[in-house]
C-alpha cells in the first residue's frame, strides 16, 4: 500500500513538474530534467508493481495446488525466479517471507507443480534472501506434513544436479527413516527413488 502512494506521488509531482515547465520561462530545462526523473521511476514502481502482483498470484495458486492457474503462468513463462517483495506489515502479521514461485513449489511439496517447471530451466540452486534456504532445503522443511511429496520433490532436485553441500545429512537421516514408517505402502518408492537419487550423488544413508 505504501509503495503504491510512493508511486502515485512521484507520478503526480511529475506531472506538475511538467505542467510547470510548459507553462514557465524560468529553469525550464531543470524543470524538466525533474519531471522527467520522476515520470520514469514512478514508471518502473509500476512495472515493479505489476511483477509482483503476477508473483503473489502464481505463489498463491501454487500453495492451493491450483495446477490449471499454474500451467497458464507457465505458458505466459510468468518468471520462476522472482520473489515478491512483502511489506512490514504483511510479513509481521502473516509470518511469510519472499519467495519466488519454484522456491514455493518446493516449500509446499507441489511435487508435480515442480516436475512441470523443470523444462523451463529454474535456479534449482537460488537461495531465499531472508534464511538461505535452497529449493532442496525448503523442501526438507515440509517432511514432517507432507513427507512422501518432499522426497519426491526432493528426488527432481537432485536429479537436476541441486547442489548438496550445504545440507546436514547426518541430522537429515534419522528423521528421514522416521518419517518413512509413516507413509502408505504405495507411496514407498517416493522414499525408494530418494535413497536411490542421494546414493547416484555419493550420498549414502548409513541406517539402510
Same mark, same amino acid.
Given at each position: ?34 519531471? *522527467?526523473?520522476? *515520470?520514469? *521511476? ?43 517483495? +512483502? ?13 519466488? +514461485? ?19 530451466? +529454474? ?33 527432481? *532436485? ?15 537421516? +534419522? ?34
Amino acid at each position: 500500500m505504501l509503495k503504491n502512494i510512493v508511486g502515485m506521488i512521484m507520478f503526480i509531482v511529475g506531472l506538475i513538474l511538467t505542467i510547470v515547465f510548459l507553462v514557465c520561462d524560468r529553469n525550464k530545462w531543470t524543470i524538466l530534467v525533474w519531471a *522527467l526523473v520522476l *515520470l520514469l *521511476l514512478s514508471a518502473i514502481r509500476t512495472v515493479m508493481d505489476i511483477r509482483d502482483k503476477r508473483s503473489k498470484k502464481f505463489c498463491d495458486a501454487i500453495r492451493e495446488n491450483d495446477t490449471d492457474t499454474v500451467q497458464k503462468f507457465l505458458q505466459k513463462k510468468t518468471s520462476l525466479n522472482h520473489a515478491a517483495t +512483502p511489506n512490514l506489515i504483511s510479513k509481521a502479521a502473516n509470518g511469510a517471507w519472499p519467495l519466488s +514461485p519454484f522456491q514455493t513449489a518446493c516449500r509446499y511439496g507441489r511435487a508435480d507443480i515442480v516436475k512441470n517447471m523443470m523444462p523451463y530451466k +529454474p535456479p534449482v540452486d537460488q537461495a531465499e534472501p531472508y534464511f538461505g534456504f535452497t529449493p532442496l532445503g525448503l523442501a526438507m522443511l515440509n517432511f514432517s506434513e507432507r513427507p512422501a511429496d518432499s522426497a519426491e520433490v526432493m528426488t527432481v *532436485l537432485l536429479n537436476a544436479g541441486a547442489a548438496t553441500d550445504d545440507i546436514d545429512w547426518s541430522k537429515f537421516f +534419522p528423521d528421514l527413516l522416521r518419517w518413512k514408517k509413516q507413509i502408505s505402502p504405495d507411496e514407498e518408492k517416493k522414499f525408494t527413488d530418494l535413497l536411490t537419487a542421494l546414493k547416484e550423488r555419493g550420498i549414502e544413508c548409513p541406517f539402510v
